[in-house]
């Protein structure tokens, strides 16, 4: 299976080179990958905490979501 | 573009790549500002694209509007169109870096960018960033995280003068 490609281009001389990503490249890409993975699921895991906190504190407050947004206009 | 922009470099691709990279930018502008058109092949609405100057990721906050919602996280990350977005559609995007060539100064990075989607979901982005480094920044990189930019993706480097 050939391995991802990248397109440099060099300012200075203009000459743009593409090649294939060396062994090290690809590990890099993929460590980058599962990072951004992982910071994306983190925050997708904050935001349902945060959605869940507010949940339940409009039911201990007996308002609805528009009940609360009109409070707070 | 207005006089005061100069193209330093330019690429439309030609076959899919994983990732774009200007290198050896010249210390001679006041500010830098990379625009382009792009697609990716990960299959879904959008991707997501890293931005990286002189091989560090820039850190920073994101605004994002998905057409139903918008959220807003700590994670600076593009989010070009996807494979699944009407067919032949490209994103478009702005990356402003004043004072790219600072050697006394970290380097702020204003980032936005818009996906296109004839459909109930496409990402409007907005991200400001910060390049954490004195150094002049030389390099600029975009990467495809999930996928690779695909054929007639585009990317246009410009300087911005002193006047």
Excluded: H, W
Excluded at chain 2, 68 to 97: E, H, K, Q, R
Excluded at chain 2, 131 to 159: D, E, K, Q
């Amino acid at each position: 299976m050939s391995k991802p490609t990248k397109l440099i281009i060099n300012c200075e001389t203009k000459e743009q080179i593409e090649v294939e990503l060396t062994d090290e490249e690809v590990a890099q890409l993929e460590a980058d990958r599962a990072k951004a993975e992982a910071d994306k699921a983190a925050a997708e895991a904050e935001a349902a905490a945060k959605a869940e906190a507010k949940a339940e504190l409009l039911a201990r407050l007996g308002i609805t979501e528009e009940e609360a947004k009109l409070l707070l206009a | 573009m207005a006089t005061t922009y100069e193209i330093i470099n330019k690429t439309t691709l030609g076959s899919d790549a994983a990732y774009i990279e200007f290198t050896s930018i010249p210390d001679t502008y006041k500010d830098v500002i990379l625009v382009g058109s792009t697609r990716t092949t990960k299959t879904s609405i959008n991707d997501e694209a890293e931005l990286k100057l002189n091989g560090t990721a820039i850190t920073g906050i994101r605004l994002f509007g998905t057409g139903a919602g918008v959220a807003c996280d700590t994670i600076p990350i593009m989010l070009p169109t996807g494979a699944n977005a009407t067919s032949n559609t490209f994103d478009n995007f702005t990356i402003y870096i004043p004072n790219y060539a600072s050697t006394t100064q970290y380097k702020s990075v204003s980032i936005d960018q818009t996906g296109e989607n004839n459909g109930t979901t496409a990402y409007a982005v907005f991200i400001a960033g910060l390049y954490s480094s004195n150094t002049a920044v030389s390099t600029i990189r975009l990467t495809s995280l999930t996928g690779s930019y695909v054929t007639n993706s585009s990317f246009y480097l410009y300087g911005i003068k002193n006047s």
